[in-house]
Structure formats: C-alpha cells, structure tokens
C-alpha cells in the first residue's frame, strides 16, 4: 500500500518537466548481488526487477534497498569481525601456551646437555681403570647406556623445539593475518556506517574526494577470504594443541626412561660399592691374619734356633766331655756309665738338632709364602682400594646432578592458563597499538 502511494507521489512531483533515462531492466545484474547471511536480508519480487523501466517512481524504493544492503552488510562485517576477534583470542591463549612449553622443552635440553657432560666425565672417570677391571664391568656398561640414551633424548628434544618453533611461527602469521583482517573489517564498518548516517543534503564539494579503488573483489572471495581465515587458525590451533598434548607425552616418556636407566645406574653402582666394600674388609682381615700368622711364624723360627743353638751347645759339650773321657789310660778307658750316658746324650743331642733343623728350613719357607702372600694382598688391596675410591666419586658425580623443578605439572593444568590467557587477549587489536 505505501510503496502505491509513494509511486503516485512520484508521478505527480515528476510531471512532464524532465526525462530521466531508462534504468537497467538486466535482472542478472541485480540478482548477482551477494545474499546476506546474517540478516537474510528480503529479495525483491522478480516483477518488481523486470519493470524497473521507464517508471521512476521505484527509485525510493531502490533507494530504501540500498539502506537495507547497507544495515545488513554493517550487521554481517560485525559479526565476521566478532568471529576474528575470538580467532585472535584463541590464537593468542595458543601462542601463551606453545611458549609456556617451549621454555619447558628448552629448559629440558639444558638440562640434558649439562647431564650429557656429567655422564661423559663419569664414563672417562671410569676409563682410567685397568682393563682387567672395566672388561665385564656392569657399571660402566649401565654408564654407557645412560650416556646413549641421553645423548638420543637430548637430539629428541632438538627436533622438537624445532617443530615447536615452525608451529610458534604459523600460528604468530596467522595472528597477524588475523589482526589485519580485523582492523580492515572495523574501517569497513566505520565507512559503511558513515555511508548510512551521511545526510543527503551534504553538497557534493564538502565530500571527501573518493579515490577510485579498481582492485574490488567478488562477495564470494570475501566471504572465502573470511572462512579460510578462521579455518586456517582454528587448524593451526587444532595441530599445535595436538602437538602439545604429543610432546607433554614424548617429554613424560623421555622422563621416566632416564629416570629408569638412571635408578639403573645407580643401582649398579651401589652394588658395585657394596661388593667393593665387603672385598676390601675381607682383604683386611686376611691382611691382619697373615700377619699373625707372619708373626707366630717368626717367634717358631727364634725359639726353634734358640733350641738348635741349645742343642748344638750342649752337643758340643757332650762331644767335649766325651773326648776326655776316652783319654783315660789303658784299662781305664771303658764303656763305664759315664761313657754310655754321654754317648747316649750325644747321640740324642745330634737327633734333635738334626730334627729341629727341617722344621727351622719349613718355617722360614713358610714365612716366605706368608711375606709373598702378604705382599699379593697389599697389592690387592692397594687396587680394591682405588677402584672403590673411582666409583665412589662416580657415584658422587652422579648423584651431583640435580633436574630442576618440572614444569610439566604446571602446563597440564590448561584451563587455568586459558583463564589467564584469554584476559591478556580479551582486546586483540589493543596489542597492535
């Protein structure tokens, strides 16, 4: 009923005084136009864009349509600009996060490299023993194993600080991608709303002098522009979330298996020292019972010379008395008593000299098995004792190492890191400024 009666209007104003020219009747022309999917903006009638020919009085209708399309397309960039606006959120908590973790990660490659240093001074430490010692040596195989493996999670954890810094930089293009577009969509809102309140009065020189733009796109590239763009970033966030969640897994997993080959090492260590430690007392009391026995050998040896001294002595004074007694004269030299009883005493004088002089000869061979086998424990116990010293210090040294405080805890808690992310990128573009 109103668009009849303005029409009426129209004609009435218009009269015979002026000829506007024919307007466009392409309808392929104005049905080209983009449909609007915020509003669902009303097409118009294809009666009402056949006749638009010689009748002019469809201009305010025209008119007024242009006012719709421009409401509409103010509502539509808003709520496209909304959409990046939260992109940019989400991008900026990602990037928070994907840093938090990447301080973590290199935190944890510092750490294995100075642990890779420990592990290689304990390996030289071990080195410096003898052959014989180290050729089946549990302990410098488990050193060896320790030092492999964190020499291949110290390369691990290269390679993925690496992937963790091409994903920092995707996601840190996109955001600016994100931000341009953003503040883009606010200039075209501001001009779009500017074209809405600008008062048809406004003479034409007080107009700011436009400058023609031949680089126009098409709506559907726009609005193609737009959805890659919030697919690309919510892809970007998809991948590195999925990344993180993989290396917090692969940084627990390299964790608790040095964990495990260190308590190995540890172990083997320990036991290395337990067993070095119950060979070298046992070295001691053998060393202290050689040497009693060293010490009781020497006092048979000085009471058996003693005896043999005493023996010969009195051998010689029973050999002495003898030689007197068979210088008596004549009849007088007989086996009387005296001459068997002498006799007799030196015949068993000579019996036991010569009896204690074997058991002299095995003593002092005994006492020399005694000062070699002494001499073998001393050296023995000299190398006990610096191989237990070695791996006391390598214990040390391995227990000197102390991993900082992880931080993987901290990074698992996500949401309070949304929270605190999503307040520092509650306004994106006020990062631009």
């Known amino acids: 009923m109103w668009q009849h009666c303005a029409r009426k209007e129209d004609q009435r104003r218009a009269g015979d005084r002026f000829t506007l020219p024919v307007l466009s009747t392409n309808k392929t022309l104005l049905m080209s136009r983009p449909q609007l999917q915020g509003n669902k903006v009303l ?37 496209w600009q909304a959409h990046i606006s939260e992109s940019i959120s989400r991008v900026d908590r990602e990037i928070m996060v994907v840093e938090l973790l990447k301080n973590t990660a290199e935190c944890c490659l510092q750490e294995r490299h100075l642990y890779s240093q420990l592990m290689s001074d304990c390996v030289t430490l071990n080195k410096t023993l003898s052959t014989a010692v180290t050729a089946q040596d549990r302990v410098l195989t488990e050193l060896r194993k320790e030092e492999q493996l964190t020499n291949e999670i110290r390369d691990v954890l290269q390679k993925q600080i690496c ?67 919030r697919l690309t970033a919510d892809k970007l966030i998809k991948d590195s979330s999925t990344f993180r969640g993989n290396l917090r897994f692969t940084l627990a997993n390299l964790k608790n298996a040095q964990g495990r080959q260190r308590r190995s090492t540890d172990d083997s260590l320990r036991k290395k020292i337990n067993e070095l430690s119950r060979i070298q007392d046992m070295m001691i009391w053998e060393r202290k019972q050689i040497k009693d026995e060293v010490s009781d050998l020497t006092k048979d040896i000085q009471k058996l010379t003693i005896q043999i001294r005493s023996c010969d002595s009195k051998l010689h004074q029973a050999t002495h008395r003898l030689d007197i007694l068979n210088q008596r004269p004549r009849f007088e030299l007989c086996l009387d008593q005296p001459h068997m009883s002498l006799t007799l005493e030196k015949n068993d004088l000579a019996k036991m000299a010569a009896g204690l002089r074997p058991i002299l000869k095995r003593s002092h061979h005994d006492l ?26 390598c214990q040390n040294l391995h227990h000197s190492f102390l991993p900082a405080l992880d931080t993987a805890v901290i990074l698992a808690n996500k949401s309070e890191l949304l929270t605190s992310a999503g307040q520092a990128a509650a306004q994106p573009h006020s990062r631009a400024q």
Request: glycine share 2%.
């Open 43 to 79: 097409k118009l009638d294809d009666e009402i864009i056949c006749s638009l020919g010689d009748d002019i009085s469809q201009i305010p209708s025209a008119t007024r349509s242009t006012m719709r399309y421009l409401s509409s397309r103010h509502v539509e960039v808003s709520q």
């Open 163 to 229: 992937m963790l810094c091409n994903k920092l930089s995707s996601l840190t293009d996109i955001r600016t991608q994100l931000l341009a577009d953003f503040q883009d969509k606010g200039e075209a809102i501001k001009l779009t709303t500017k074209c809405m309140t600008q008062e048809l009065s406004t003479p034409s020189t007080q107009l700011p002098a436009g400058q023609y733009k031949p680089d126009h796109v098409s709506y559907d590239k726009w609005l193609s522009r737009c959805r890659d763009l």
């Open 368 to 393: 020399e098995l005694a000062h070699r086998r002494l001499m073998i424990l001393e050296d023995n116990l000299a190398k006990n004792a610096h191989v237990l010293e070695v791996q006391r210090k």
